[in-house]
């Protein structure tokens, strides 16, 4: 298909289908003669991978590039579709306290979370727990234990979805989608409960 | 105290305070003479929360501001602690669609949520439905159920810490910080989750 195609398929202006393709974001198309080049499903595909993540997760496009920078050297396996993920993770303002990534660890030791040693995913928490103890709202043990059944609970929901695809590469890339799109499911979830519960006479 | 001071007790430096002073996202001090103001544990606390929603929960300064009016404004009461809530919701960028909205009233008549009609989350929520579906991973009653069960088993650790506050501005201040704060460890605890059960052989 030719770019006016593309454009209507992937919902995306034409200039902006050039940019990202200027900016790597899409492999270019097959160069048919001097003046076009030819587009197929993968382009749609990444298009519309790169626009929800920038219009639904809300990714900055240096971010965009991240996670398909990782998706396109994941390796077959299932770790490396776990590890397809580490990019989304923010890099840490500040370096956790001690105390917080001691607490990170334990918790991943009451749930049997095999977590890899070198995944960012523990600077993250352990850095996010010591903000709410700075702003008075600390994560107790219950709290934290909470969190985690919580995110476990959907997880199991979300996994087989995913893995449920051969090419290791779409699993993957399924995956990182899933797991984006689906945070502001489960966040307008969560603020739904918090101002129905807060509603609600004690 | 003085500017130094509060800086060195905020964390931010003087211009950025001074700066918050001029959009207003802070009251200003005291008047003390022509050429300085003190400032209270009021302005400590606002500064952090201001800190916190840009620094930790992203948000851009006009959201921020969105959050600290609700805050002022908030009344008394239980719906108002809710509502205080409200001008977290982004805007969406596209109309949901009506399937996607009557799927949303069916979910929260399933939970038994008596959800305000006005409520932003409605529109929020069902604009996410709509994009998840469009990417081919779509959220079926099951997976729905399975989110709204995660999201108020959180918020229900998370409303009754906010709610032991007795100053009802207090609590929807604390509801709403935590609310926002409490998302990255939720949300990096679920992606912990998708690497441990991904990587684990099925």
Redesign the interface.
């Known amino acids: 298909m030719r770019l006016a195609e593309l454009s209507a398929r992937s919902g995306l202006p034409s200039a902006t289908i050039k940019y990202y393709l200027r900016e790597g974001l899409v492999p270019a198309g097959e160069t048919e003669g001097s003046t076009w080049a030819r587009y197929d499903e993968s382009h749609v595909r990444r298009l519309?991978l790169v626009r929800?993540l920038t219009?639904?997760a809300g990714l900055a496009l240096e971010d965009v590039r991240r996670v398909v920078e990782a998706l396109e050297s994941a390796e077959p396996g299932?770790?490396s579709?776990?590890?397809a993920?580490w990019p989304?993770?923010a890099p840490v303002?500040q370096e956790p306290s001690e105390v917080a990534v001691r607490r990170v660890d334990a918790l991943?030791a009451r749930r049997g979370?095999?977590?890899?040693l070198d995944?960012p995913?523990r600077r993250?928490?352990a850095a996010?727990?010591d903000?709410?103890d700075?702003?008075g709202?600390p994560?107790t043990d219950?709290?934290?234990d909470?969190?985690?059944?919580?995110?476990?609970?959907?997880?199991?929901?979300?996994?087989p979805?995913?893995?449920a695809e051969e090419d290791p590469l779409v699993a993957a890339e399924?995956?990182v989608?899933?797991?984006l799109?689906?945070?502001?499911?489960?966040?307008?979830?969560?603020?739904?409960?918090?101002?129905?519960?807060?509603?609600?006479?004690?």
Do not use: I, K, N
Request: proline share 3%; no cysteine.
């Open positions: 519309r929800a219009e639904v299932h770790a579709r776990g590890a993920q989304l993770s303002a991943l979370w095999d977590l890899e995944s995913h993250t928490l996010a727990l903000t709410v700075g702003l709202l994560a219950e709290v934290l909470a969190y985690a059944g919580a995110a476990e609970s959907v997880a199991v929901v979300d996994v979805r995913v893995l399924r995956l989608v899933g797991t799109l689906y945070e502001p499911v489960l966040l307008t979830l969560r603020r739904m409960a918090h101002e129905v519960l807060s509603a609600r006479p004690s």
